[in-house]
Nanobody, 116 residues
Framework: QVQLVESGGGLVQPGGSLRLTCAAS????????MGWFRQAPGKQRELVAA???????DYADSVKGRFTISRENAKNTIYLQMNGLKPEDTAVYYC??????????WGQGTQVTVSS
């Protein structure tokens, strides 16, 4: 059974930084793609950043230049380095993985709050 475990959320002041981690376990395969999504109260879940097995990345326009997604294949882990955080980045951040089987798995979410 695939499990995704996120960590690294918290409370930070505007302009601050956080690093989120998502570790995948339970499969011998590296996912075709992994990504970070976020959902703010009253809003739909949206893509923040994604990275493919080949290393291609994609970012939401709202985070380009501030967030960086990276991976560590040996640990089946991805990271989201978030710099220059803004109050509008406040949300629950979810990790998602798409496996070669076509199955999609989600993590439990980690809260990021940007406030002074």
């Amino acid at each position: 059974q695939v499990q995704l475990v996120e960590s690294g959320g918290g409370l930070v002041q505007p302009g601050g930084s956080l690093r989120l981690t998502c570790a995948a376990s339970g499969s011998i395969f590296w996912p075709n793609a992994m990504g970070w999504f976020r959902q703010a109260p009253g809003k739909q879940r949206e893509l923040v950043a994604a990275i493919t097995k080949g290393g291609s990345t994609d970012y939401a326009d709202s985070v380009k230049g501030r967030f960086t997604i990276s991976r560590e294949n040996a640990k089946n882990t991805i990271y989201l380095q978030m710099n220059g955080l803004k109050p509008e980045d406040t949300a629950v951040y979810y990790c998602r993985a798409l496996y070669p089987s076509g199955n999609v798995y989600w993590g439990q979410g980690t809260q990021v709050t940007v406030s002074s």
